[in-house]
């Protein structure tokens, strides 16, 4: 009998279990689907938080242009799917990545990121050989300082190297402003935002004064999206994440408008004291590397910390008739380092299981 067919409804679940809220989820990329509108900006969603080739083509139905990885494996697991449109949002290095970037190519268009000449003469040396080019964004480092050429003159310079190369085609640039997200104060986000999206949109205009073509300005996670959708010269946004969102957009980077999507269900198995409470969900079932997952729809309860597979919680005197057997729903604190421990979501609809979707590319880290 298959998973699906075992369990039809939330108390048919052994926990701990990964759920989806459909409803939520749905509203939620709604939501962005909608803000993507309003600007007339694409979005291309991060596929690395939930790895499903199911939601992948539930994202495809409601608008997105394709999907954004972050491996080649993922993307070979998406295109398999018969997801093509993908930007490998990485630098792809080795011939033995190379030869299967070829192969991924006969099946899908995949575009994948460049910021230094060695990575523009493996690729162009790999794909001259193949009968079709391959799209090639050029990563520029917007103040991130993880990968990623320079702003400007450095970029150009890249970008026109990659125009030169046989079985390359540029299609334009990309940067990620992730050191940006946790910014507390309103105005200061903004403003640092749009000053990092500069230096990326100031950049595809010198491309474009350069002759060189640059049809992508890809840029914007979930922790930043409101501001990058509506940043002019912006053509593609990533964020993925906010189909699910969790504690770390809604403390840290005070994303205020998008719903709980993800849980993460578990039974009490013990009550050593009157103010604690011990679940079956661990680290190796939840993490707490940005911040602490917390229990949904219940007062009193806070879970103080994480071992391997204990997950130890705090009652407040008013939560103290927490029973051994009781189940919680649990809001994880970063769900893409929480998705990734688990081999499916169940997908709710109500009470209802409406689907099981496992996460294909899970392990997929080549
Ligand atoms: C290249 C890139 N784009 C976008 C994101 C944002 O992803 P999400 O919207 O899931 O937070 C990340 C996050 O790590 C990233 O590395």
Redesign the pocket.
Known sequence: MSIAQEVRCRADLDTPALCVDLEAMEANIAAVVRACAAHGVAWR??A??HKSVAIAHKLLAAGAIGM?C?KLGEAEVMAAGGVTDLLI??LVVGPRKLRRLAQLRRVADPIVCVDHPRQVEALSGTMCQQPEPLRVLVEVDIGLQ?VGVLPGAPAVELARRVHGSPGLQLAGI?G?E?HL?QIQDPDEKQSRVAAALDLLVTTAEQLRAEHLPCPIVS?????S?RYAVAHPGITEV?????IFMDEF?RTRCQVTDLQYALTVLTTVVSRPAADRAIIDAGRKTLNMELVMPRVRDRQGIEIVSLSAEHGTLRLAPEAQDLQIGDRLELIPGY??LTTVLHDRFYALRGDTIEAVWPLDARGRLQ
């Open positions: 969603p991060h690395k938080c954004t972050a949002a990485n993880r990309m990620y992730g997200l840029c914007g996670g979930t922790g999206f990533q964020a993925g994440g906010a957009y769900g893409d």
